[in-house]
Protein backbone atom coordinates (compact mmCIF):
# COMPACT_ATOMS: atom_id res chain seq x y z
CA UNK A 1 0.00 0.00 0.00
CA UNK A 2 2.42 2.46 1.05
CA UNK A 3 4.35 1.53 -2.43
CA UNK A 4 1.36 2.09 -4.34
CA UNK A 5 0.92 5.48 -2.81
CA UNK A 6 4.55 6.77 -3.30
CA UNK A 7 4.76 5.51 -7.30
CA UNK A 8 1.37 7.58 -7.72
CA UNK A 9 1.74 10.50 -5.48
CA UNK A 10 5.47 10.81 -7.69
CA UNK A 11 3.57 10.82 -10.83
CA UNK A 12 0.86 13.24 -9.93
CA UNK A 13 3.60 15.69 -8.19
CA UNK A 14 5.85 15.65 -11.52
CA UNK A 15 2.36 17.02 -13.38
CA UNK A 16 1.77 19.34 -10.78
CA UNK A 17 5.05 21.28 -10.97
CA UNK A 18 4.28 23.54 -13.97
CA UNK A 19 0.71 24.81 -12.04
CA UNK A 20 2.25 25.23 -8.62
CA UNK A 21 2.89 28.94 -9.03
CA UNK A 22 -0.76 30.04 -9.96
CA UNK A 23 -2.39 27.26 -7.72
CA UNK A 24 -0.56 29.39 -4.52
CA UNK A 25 -1.40 32.47 -6.23
CA UNK A 26 -4.83 31.81 -6.23
CA UNK A 27 -4.87 30.18 -2.86
CA UNK A 28 -3.40 33.44 -1.21
CA UNK A 29 -5.89 35.53 -3.05
CA UNK A 30 -8.81 32.40 -1.79
CA UNK A 31 -7.41 33.18 2.19
CA UNK A 32 -7.33 36.84 1.80
CA UNK A 33 -11.07 36.96 0.57
CA UNK A 34 -11.73 34.77 3.21
CA UNK A 35 -10.15 37.03 5.69
CA UNK A 36 -11.26 40.17 4.32
CA UNK A 37 -15.22 38.20 4.75
CA UNK A 38 -14.49 37.42 8.24
CA UNK A 39 -13.97 41.30 9.08
CA UNK A 40 -10.70 41.42 9.09
CA UNK A 41 -9.35 44.73 9.13
CA UNK A 42 -7.71 45.55 5.92
CA UNK A 43 -4.27 46.83 7.04
CA UNK A 44 -4.05 43.38 9.48
CA UNK A 45 -4.93 41.29 6.14
CA UNK A 46 -2.02 43.29 4.27
CA UNK A 47 0.18 42.41 7.06
CA UNK A 48 -0.39 39.13 6.32
CA UNK A 49 -0.20 38.53 3.20
CA UNK A 50 3.41 40.42 3.46
CA UNK A 51 4.68 37.85 5.59
CA UNK A 52 3.34 34.93 3.36
CA UNK A 53 4.63 36.03 0.30
CA UNK A 54 7.94 36.49 1.83
CA UNK A 55 7.47 33.02 2.86
CA UNK A 56 7.20 31.56 -0.27
CA UNK A 57 10.64 33.62 -1.42
CA UNK A 58 11.84 31.69 1.00
CA UNK A 59 13.80 28.65 0.99
CA UNK A 60 11.69 27.29 4.31
CA UNK A 61 8.89 26.02 1.46
CA UNK A 62 11.51 23.42 -0.22
CA UNK A 63 11.32 21.42 2.59
CA UNK A 64 9.44 18.91 0.56
CA UNK A 65 6.50 19.28 2.84
CA UNK A 66 3.22 19.99 1.43
CA UNK A 67 3.30 23.89 0.59
CA UNK A 68 -0.55 24.69 1.25
CA UNK A 69 0.15 23.18 5.13
CA UNK A 70 3.13 25.31 5.41
CA UNK A 71 1.81 28.38 4.14
CA UNK A 72 -1.63 27.60 6.34
CA UNK A 73 0.09 27.01 9.58
CA UNK A 74 2.11 30.40 9.09
CA UNK A 75 -1.30 32.31 8.48
CA UNK A 76 -2.82 29.93 11.15
CA UNK A 77 -0.30 31.14 13.72
CA UNK A 78 0.34 34.88 12.30
CA UNK A 79 -3.25 35.51 13.63
CA UNK A 80 -2.93 32.86 16.96
CA UNK A 81 0.01 35.56 17.74
CA UNK A 82 -2.01 38.49 17.12
CA UNK A 83 -5.01 37.17 19.35
CA UNK A 84 -2.23 36.31 21.87
CA UNK A 85 -1.38 39.60 23.88
CA UNK A 86 0.99 37.37 25.80
CA UNK A 87 -0.88 38.23 29.60
CA UNK A 88 -3.70 36.61 31.01
CA UNK A 89 -6.63 39.05 32.24
CA UNK A 90 -7.13 39.65 35.75
CA UNK A 91 -8.99 36.31 36.76
CA UNK A 92 -11.46 37.61 39.63
CA UNK A 93 -10.68 35.26 43.32
CA UNK A 94 -13.52 34.12 45.22
CA UNK A 95 -11.62 35.49 48.60
CA UNK A 96 -11.74 38.72 47.94
CA UNK A 97 -14.36 41.20 46.16
CA UNK A 98 -13.73 41.71 42.63
CA UNK A 99 -15.11 44.79 40.99
CA UNK A 100 -15.95 44.17 37.28
CA UNK A 101 -17.12 46.89 34.67
CA UNK A 102 -18.77 46.32 31.18
CA UNK A 103 -18.29 49.03 28.39
CA UNK A 104 -19.73 48.37 24.70
CA UNK A 105 -21.11 50.60 21.74
CA UNK A 106 -25.10 50.66 21.25
CA UNK A 107 -26.48 46.87 21.10
CA UNK A 108 -23.02 44.75 21.34
CA UNK A 109 -25.10 42.82 23.79
CA UNK A 110 -23.43 44.05 26.96
CA UNK A 111 -26.60 44.22 29.69
CA UNK A 112 -27.35 40.62 28.35
CA UNK A 113 -23.70 39.63 28.72
CA UNK A 114 -23.28 41.26 32.00
CA UNK A 115 -26.00 38.73 33.33
CA UNK A 116 -24.61 35.08 31.36
CA UNK A 117 -20.99 36.45 32.95
CA UNK A 118 -23.07 36.67 36.36
CA UNK A 119 -24.52 33.31 35.64
CA UNK A 120 -21.17 31.53 34.43
CA UNK A 121 -19.82 32.08 37.41
CA UNK A 122 -22.71 31.76 39.60
CA UNK A 123 -22.88 28.35 38.14
CA UNK A 124 -19.15 27.80 39.40
CA UNK A 125 -19.66 28.82 42.78
CA UNK A 126 -19.13 32.61 43.01
CA UNK A 127 -21.61 34.96 44.41
CA UNK A 128 -21.79 37.56 41.73
CA UNK A 129 -24.41 40.48 41.95
CA UNK A 130 -25.38 42.66 39.28
CA UNK A 131 -25.11 46.67 39.01
CA UNK A 132 -26.98 49.11 36.55
CA UNK A 133 -25.25 52.09 36.08
CA UNK A 134 -26.69 52.79 32.48
CA UNK A 135 -29.24 55.79 33.65
CA UNK A 136 -29.77 57.13 29.97
CA UNK A 137 -31.70 54.13 28.52
CA UNK A 138 -34.96 54.26 29.23
CA UNK A 139 -35.60 49.90 30.06
CA UNK A 140 -32.17 49.51 31.01
CA UNK A 141 -32.41 48.84 34.93
CA UNK A 142 -35.71 47.08 33.61
CA UNK A 143 -34.02 44.98 31.54
CA UNK A 144 -31.48 43.96 33.86
CA UNK A 145 -33.83 43.73 37.02
CA UNK A 146 -35.24 41.25 34.49
CA UNK A 147 -32.25 39.45 33.78
CA UNK A 148 -31.24 39.58 37.46
CA UNK A 149 -34.04 38.21 38.46
CA UNK A 150 -34.37 35.34 36.19
CA UNK A 151 -30.77 34.04 36.97
CA UNK A 152 -31.28 34.64 40.65
CA UNK A 153 -28.29 37.29 40.99
CA UNK A 154 -28.43 40.17 43.48
CA UNK A 155 -29.35 43.76 41.42
CA UNK A 156 -28.71 47.23 42.41
CA UNK A 157 -30.69 50.05 40.22
CA UNK A 158 -32.54 52.65 40.68
CA UNK A 159 -35.30 54.58 38.35
CA UNK A 160 -34.52 58.14 40.42
CA UNK A 161 -31.11 58.81 39.81
CA UNK A 162 -29.68 60.45 36.70
CA UNK A 163 -25.73 60.18 38.23
CA UNK A 164 -24.19 57.20 36.72
CA UNK A 165 -21.08 57.74 38.82
CA UNK A 166 -22.98 58.07 42.30
CA UNK A 167 -25.11 55.07 41.23
CA UNK A 168 -22.24 52.80 40.44
CA UNK A 169 -20.36 53.71 43.86
CA UNK A 170 -23.66 53.24 45.50
CA UNK A 171 -24.34 49.98 44.19
CA UNK A 172 -20.51 48.41 44.33
CA UNK A 173 -20.36 49.84 47.85
CA UNK A 174 -24.26 48.26 49.02
CA UNK A 175 -22.15 45.09 47.92
CA UNK A 176 -19.00 45.23 49.52
CA UNK A 177 -20.85 45.31 52.56
CA UNK A 178 -23.26 41.85 51.78
CA UNK A 179 -21.35 38.79 51.21
CA UNK A 180 -20.57 38.90 47.21
CA UNK A 181 -17.07 38.26 46.06
CA UNK A 182 -17.83 39.50 42.21
CA UNK A 183 -19.41 42.87 41.20
CA UNK A 184 -20.54 43.73 38.22
CA UNK A 185 -21.01 46.48 37.11
CA UNK A 186 -22.88 47.51 34.12
CA UNK A 187 -22.79 50.87 32.03
CA UNK A 188 -24.06 53.12 29.31
CA UNK A 189 -23.32 52.61 26.14
CA UNK A 190 -20.79 54.64 24.46
CA UNK A 191 -19.80 55.68 21.20
CA UNK A 192 -15.92 57.65 20.01
CA UNK A 193 -17.75 60.74 18.69
CA UNK A 194 -19.18 61.11 22.11
CA UNK A 195 -16.73 62.80 23.81
CA UNK A 196 -18.79 63.44 27.17
CA UNK A 197 -20.23 60.45 27.13
CA UNK A 198 -16.48 58.42 26.91
CA UNK A 199 -15.50 61.04 29.81
CA UNK A 200 -18.56 59.35 32.25
CA UNK A 201 -17.44 56.39 31.50
CA UNK A 202 -13.64 57.34 32.72
CA UNK A 203 -15.58 59.11 35.98
CA UNK A 204 -17.68 56.11 36.66
CA UNK A 205 -14.37 53.86 36.40
CA UNK A 206 -12.07 56.47 38.39
CA UNK A 207 -14.95 56.41 41.05
CA UNK A 208 -15.23 52.91 41.58
CA UNK A 209 -11.78 51.25 40.69
CA UNK A 210 -12.49 48.64 38.40
CA UNK A 211 -10.28 45.09 38.95
CA UNK A 212 -10.53 44.58 35.38
CA UNK A 213 -13.01 46.23 32.66
CA UNK A 214 -14.35 44.14 30.43
CA UNK A 215 -15.13 45.54 26.38
CA UNK A 216 -17.91 43.83 24.68
CA UNK A 217 -18.07 43.82 21.10
CA UNK A 218 -20.45 42.42 18.48
CA UNK A 219 -18.87 39.80 16.48
CA UNK A 220 -20.70 41.59 13.15
CA UNK A 221 -18.57 45.00 14.17
CA UNK A 222 -16.14 44.74 11.45
CA UNK A 223 -13.43 47.39 9.96
CA UNK A 224 -14.59 49.97 12.40
CA UNK A 225 -13.49 48.21 15.36
CA UNK A 226 -9.85 49.65 16.10
CA UNK A 227 -11.21 53.23 15.87
CA UNK A 228 -13.86 52.28 18.58
CA UNK A 229 -11.64 50.42 20.38
CA UNK A 230 -8.47 52.87 20.59
CA UNK A 231 -11.11 55.61 21.72
CA UNK A 232 -12.40 53.37 24.65
CA UNK A 233 -9.21 52.47 25.75
CA UNK A 234 -8.10 56.07 26.18
CA UNK A 235 -10.95 56.59 28.54
CA UNK A 236 -10.93 52.99 30.33
CA UNK A 237 -8.14 50.46 31.32
CA UNK A 238 -9.61 47.95 29.41
CA UNK A 239 -8.72 44.27 30.36
CA UNK A 240 -10.43 41.90 28.58
CA UNK A 241 -13.22 41.69 25.19
CA UNK A 242 -16.15 39.42 24.51
CA UNK A 243 -17.18 39.11 21.18
CA UNK A 244 -20.72 38.50 20.80
CA UNK A 245 -23.23 37.18 18.37
CA UNK A 246 -21.09 34.31 17.66
CA UNK A 247 -23.83 31.76 16.68
CA UNK A 248 -24.74 32.97 13.25
CA UNK A 249 -22.20 33.58 10.34
CA UNK A 250 -19.97 36.26 11.77
CA UNK A 251 -16.60 34.88 12.30
CA UNK A 252 -15.74 38.21 14.70
CA UNK A 253 -12.45 39.46 13.12
CA UNK A 254 -13.04 42.32 14.01
CA UNK A 255 -11.76 40.85 17.25
CA UNK A 256 -8.33 41.20 15.83
CA UNK A 257 -8.32 44.83 16.15
CA UNK A 258 -9.77 45.26 19.67
CA UNK A 259 -7.30 43.18 20.88
CA UNK A 260 -4.77 44.83 19.26
CA UNK A 261 -6.25 48.18 19.95
CA UNK A 262 -6.70 47.43 23.52
CA UNK A 263 -3.79 44.97 24.13
CA UNK A 264 -6.09 42.94 25.96
CA UNK A 265 -7.23 38.95 25.53
CA UNK A 266 -10.80 38.02 24.39
CA UNK A 267 -11.72 35.95 27.40
CA UNK A 268 -15.72 34.64 26.38
CA UNK A 269 -17.79 34.45 23.29
CA UNK A 270 -21.16 35.16 23.26
CA UNK A 271 -23.35 32.55 21.20
CA UNK A 272 -26.89 32.95 21.64
CA UNK A 273 -29.61 35.27 24.03
CA UNK A 274 -29.79 32.42 26.63
CA UNK A 275 -28.22 32.91 30.44
CA UNK A 276 -25.89 29.80 29.48
CA UNK A 277 -25.12 31.23 25.69
CA UNK A 278 -21.32 31.97 27.07
CA UNK A 279 -18.62 30.11 26.61
CA UNK A 280 -14.81 30.65 27.73
CA UNK A 281 -13.21 31.41 24.53
CA UNK A 282 -10.58 29.28 22.77
CA UNK A 283 -7.88 30.78 20.80
CA UNK A 284 -7.74 27.71 18.29
CA UNK A 285 -10.88 26.85 17.89
CA UNK A 286 -11.70 30.88 16.97
CA UNK A 287 -8.74 30.84 14.35
CA UNK A 288 -10.14 28.00 12.17
CA UNK A 289 -13.38 29.34 11.91
CA UNK A 290 -12.24 32.71 11.19
CA UNK A 291 -9.97 30.89 8.07
CA UNK A 292 -13.11 29.30 7.11
CA UNK A 293 -12.08 25.84 8.09
CA UNK A 294 -14.07 24.09 10.18
CA UNK A 295 -13.42 23.70 14.08
CA UNK A 296 -10.37 21.64 13.78
CA UNK A 297 -9.62 21.89 16.89
CA UNK A 298 -13.21 20.34 17.94
CA UNK A 299 -12.36 18.21 14.72
CA UNK A 300 -9.75 16.16 16.54
CA UNK A 301 -11.28 15.97 20.32
CA UNK A 302 -14.21 14.11 18.15
CA UNK A 303 -12.19 11.90 16.22
CA UNK A 304 -8.70 11.43 18.26
CA UNK A 305 -7.89 7.63 17.50
CA UNK A 306 -8.57 7.88 14.01
CA UNK A 307 -5.68 11.10 13.38
CA UNK A 308 -3.59 8.85 15.99
CA UNK A 309 -3.53 5.96 13.54
CA UNK A 310 -2.76 8.35 10.55
CA UNK A 311 -0.08 10.03 12.46
CA UNK A 312 1.18 6.83 13.29
CA UNK A 313 1.64 5.78 9.31
CA UNK A 314 -1.69 3.56 9.09
CA UNK A 315 -3.26 4.21 5.67
CA UNK A 316 -5.52 1.91 4.41
CA UNK A 317 -8.75 2.90 2.30
CA UNK A 318 -10.54 2.16 4.52
CA UNK A 319 -9.21 4.41 7.49
CA UNK A 320 -9.44 6.90 4.84
CA UNK A 321 -13.06 6.15 3.89
CA UNK A 322 -13.64 6.68 7.85
CA UNK A 323 -12.05 10.06 7.68
CA UNK A 324 -14.01 11.21 4.68
CA UNK A 325 -16.97 10.23 5.96
CA UNK A 326 -16.67 11.97 9.29
CA UNK A 327 -14.91 15.37 7.65
CA UNK A 328 -18.03 15.81 5.40
CA UNK A 329 -20.56 15.28 7.90
CA UNK A 330 -19.09 17.85 9.96
CA UNK A 331 -18.41 20.48 8.20
CA UNK A 332 -18.42 20.83 3.75
CA UNK A 333 -15.22 19.46 2.68
CA UNK A 334 -14.38 22.55 0.04
CA UNK A 335 -13.57 24.09 3.09
CA UNK A 336 -10.94 21.60 4.54
CA UNK A 337 -7.47 22.52 2.97
CA UNK A 338 -6.12 18.95 4.11
CA UNK A 339 -8.48 17.36 1.11
CA UNK A 340 -9.28 19.86 -1.30
CA UNK A 341 -7.11 23.50 -2.55
CA UNK A 342 -10.08 25.30 -2.98
CA UNK A 343 -13.72 26.18 -1.80
CA UNK A 344 -15.63 25.61 -5.20
CA UNK A 345 -18.66 23.49 -6.05
CA UNK A 346 -16.60 21.44 -8.01
CA UNK A 347 -13.99 20.54 -5.56
CA UNK A 348 -16.98 19.27 -3.67
CA UNK A 349 -18.32 17.04 -6.47
CA UNK A 350 -15.09 15.84 -6.26
CA UNK A 351 -14.98 14.82 -3.05
CA UNK A 352 -18.15 13.24 -3.57
CA UNK A 353 -16.30 11.08 -5.84
CA UNK A 354 -13.49 10.56 -3.94
CA UNK A 355 -16.06 9.13 -1.02
CA UNK A 356 -17.33 6.68 -3.87
CA UNK A 357 -14.72 5.64 -4.69
CA UNK A 358 -13.51 4.30 -1.19
CA UNK A 359 -16.84 3.47 -0.20
CA UNK A 360 -16.74 0.55 -3.39
CA UNK A 361 -12.86 -0.01 -2.30
CA UNK A 362 -13.66 -0.94 1.13
CA UNK A 363 -16.82 -2.92 0.11
CA UNK A 364 -17.01 -6.35 1.25
CA UNK A 365 -13.43 -7.73 1.91
CA UNK A 366 -11.66 -5.51 -0.36
CA UNK A 367 -9.33 -2.81 0.41
CA UNK A 368 -6.69 -1.95 -2.44
CA UNK A 369 -4.02 -4.00 -1.63
CA UNK A 370 -5.45 -7.01 -3.55
CA UNK A 371 -6.09 -5.16 -6.53
CA UNK A 372 -4.41 -4.28 -9.53
CA UNK A 373 -3.71 -0.89 -10.13
CA UNK A 374 -5.83 -1.16 -13.69
CA UNK A 375 -8.79 -2.65 -11.58
CA UNK A 376 -8.62 0.11 -9.12
CA UNK A 377 -8.50 2.62 -12.01
CA UNK A 378 -11.31 1.26 -13.32
CA UNK A 379 -13.42 1.35 -10.37
CA UNK A 380 -11.96 4.92 -9.26
CA UNK A 381 -13.40 6.32 -13.12
CA UNK A 382 -17.06 4.41 -12.33
CA UNK A 383 -16.86 6.55 -9.43
CA UNK A 384 -16.30 9.61 -11.70
CA UNK A 385 -12.06 10.26 -10.97
CA UNK A 386 -9.03 9.08 -11.35
CA UNK A 387 -6.61 6.89 -9.49
CA UNK A 388 -4.20 9.56 -9.41
CA UNK A 389 -6.32 11.88 -8.02
CA UNK A 390 -7.39 10.12 -5.26
CA UNK A 391 -3.97 9.44 -4.06
CA UNK A 392 -2.77 12.96 -4.65
CA UNK A 393 -6.01 14.18 -2.27
CA UNK A 394 -5.64 10.79 0.31
CA UNK A 395 -1.25 12.38 0.45
CA UNK A 396 -2.47 15.97 0.95
CA UNK A 397 -4.88 15.10 3.65
CA UNK A 398 -2.67 12.50 5.54
CA UNK A 399 0.15 14.96 5.49
CA UNK A 400 -2.49 17.87 6.65
CA UNK A 401 -3.30 15.26 9.59
CA UNK A 402 0.40 15.00 10.72
CA UNK A 403 0.79 18.66 10.69
CA UNK A 404 -2.60 19.26 12.17
CA UNK A 405 -1.89 16.38 15.11
CA UNK A 406 1.63 18.50 15.50
CA UNK A 407 -0.45 21.39 16.50
CA UNK A 408 -3.81 20.21 18.19
CA UNK A 409 -2.40 16.81 19.19
CA UNK A 410 -1.86 17.54 22.95
CA UNK A 411 -5.17 18.98 23.01
CA UNK A 412 -6.54 16.44 21.90
CA UNK A 413 -5.69 13.35 23.37
CA UNK A 414 -6.49 15.39 26.50
N1 LIG B 1 -27.95 36.34 18.92
C1 LIG B 1 -27.39 36.90 19.97
N2 LIG B 1 -27.97 37.96 20.52
C2 LIG B 1 -27.38 38.51 21.59
C3 LIG B 1 -26.17 38.02 22.14
N3 LIG B 1 -25.87 38.81 23.20
C4 LIG B 1 -26.84 39.75 23.27
N4 LIG B 1 -27.75 39.58 22.30
C5 LIG B 1 -28.94 40.37 21.99
O1 LIG B 1 -28.54 41.63 21.49
C6 LIG B 1 -29.53 42.60 21.80
C7 LIG B 1 -28.86 43.78 22.48
O2 LIG B 1 -28.38 43.33 23.73
P1 LIG B 1 -28.26 44.28 25.01
O3 LIG B 1 -27.68 43.43 26.06
O4 LIG B 1 -29.52 44.99 25.26
O5 LIG B 1 -27.24 45.32 24.44
P2 LIG B 1 -26.46 46.53 25.11
O6 LIG B 1 -25.08 46.39 24.68
O7 LIG B 1 -26.75 46.60 26.55
O8 LIG B 1 -26.96 47.77 24.31
P3 LIG B 1 -28.13 48.78 24.42
O9 LIG B 1 -29.39 48.00 24.20
O10 LIG B 1 -27.84 49.72 23.32
O11 LIG B 1 -28.03 49.38 25.81
C8 LIG B 1 -30.56 41.91 22.67
O12 LIG B 1 -31.64 41.54 21.86
C9 LIG B 1 -29.82 40.66 23.17
O13 LIG B 1 -30.69 39.61 23.45
C10 LIG B 1 -25.57 36.87 21.52
O14 LIG B 1 -24.51 36.36 21.92
N5 LIG B 1 -26.23 36.35 20.44
Redesign the pocket.
Known amino acids: MEKLWSILSNKVKESNKITEEKVLEDWIAGIIRVLLQSDVDFKIVREIERKIKTLIKSDDLESGRNKFIILHQAIFSEICKILDVGRPSFIPKKRKPSVVMFV ?1 L ?8 CTKYAYYHARKGWKPALVCA ?1 TF ?1 AG ?1 FD ?1 LKHDALKARIPFYGSYTESDPVKLAVQGVANFKKKNVNLIIVDTR ?1 CHKQDASLLEELHQVSEAIQPDLVIF ?1 MDSRIGQAASNQAQAFKRSVEVGAVIV ?4 GHAKGGGALSIVKATKSPVIFI ?4 QMD ?1 LKEFDLKSFVSRLLGMFDWYGFMHRQPELLEKVSEGESTFRIMYEHLQNALKIGPGGQIPGFSKDHSKESETKLKHYKAFMDSMTNGELDGEFLSLARMNRIAMGCGCQLSEVIEMVEGYYQFCKEMMSMFGDAARH
Open positions: GQGCGKTTTDRAQVVTKMEGFGEA
